[in-house]
């Protein structure tokens, strides 16, 4: 057990039989009434965002979760498949489960899998991912980087917004919890 006190960004705690992992969180102390803890936690479940209120000292259970090494192997079908790097185990992960993720995974990429009591609950990205320019607007000279942004795709399909000397093969180091272009690789 441990003290909503004591939350931390990233922490993984059950709640109301759920898994969640808290995204944010704010002590307050109102000039009238008792202190309380006000929280925005994802469940790892199903992806969902809420906001949770837990009275000052209240106690909710930690939950153990394993981060597993694993390889991104190859689609088939719906499912995803990973490959443990220790013990050649492979996973498959439907691909509603991963949406997200999807959009920054290439083949051979090393990713860890969060796992809970033999249950793969997702996929954790690294903070940023190199990826292939497949199609943009050429880059016109004298543009600068100080200047405006246009479109790109990317070799996973995402989209994102590129300052306009990018060209088409460039390599961009791309931050994966915004989506957003962080410069070239």
Same mark, same amino acid.
């Given at each position: 057990?441990?003290? #909503? ?16 992992? #808290?995204?944010?969180?704010?002590? /307050?102390?109102?000039?009238? $009434? ?18 949770? &209120?837990?009275?000052? $000292?209240?106690? /909710? ?29 492979? +996973? ?35 903070? &940023?991912? #190199?990826?292939? +320019?497949?199609? &943009?607007?050429?880059?016109?000279? $004298? ?9 790109? &795709? ?5 989209? /994102? ?20 272009? #962080?410069?070239?690789?």
């Amino acid at each position: 057990m441990i003290s #909503v006190n004591d939350f931390k960004t990233g922490l993984t705690i059950e709640v109301d039989g759920g898994l969640w992992r #808290v995204l944010d969180f704010q002590h /307050v102390k109102p000039g009238k $009434g008792a202190a309380f803890v006000r929280s925005k936690l994802r469940n790892l479940r199903n992806g969902a965002i809420q906001e949770k &209120t837990f009275r000052a $000292g209240e106690k /909710v259970e930690k939950a153990q979760i394993d981060n597993r090494k694993m390889q991104y192997l190859y689609a088939s079908g719906d499912q995803h498949v990973f490959m443990d790097m220790e013990s050649y185990e492979q +996973v498959e992960l439907p691909a509603a489960n991963i949406e997200y993720e999807l959009k920054f995974l290439k083949e051979n990429m090393e990713v860890h899998i969060m796992m809970f009591n033999f249950e793969t609950l997702g996929v954790e990205l690294p903070n &940023t991912v #190199v990826l292939e +320019v497949t199609e &943009t607007e050429p880059g016109i000279k $004298g543009d600068t980087s100080s200047g405006g942004t246009k479109s790109a &795709t990317l070799e996973t399909g995402l989209h /994102v917004q590129v300052p306009f000397f990018i060209n088409q093969g460039d390599k961009l180091i791309i931050n994966t919890s915004e989506a957003a272009y #962080v410069s070239r690789a």
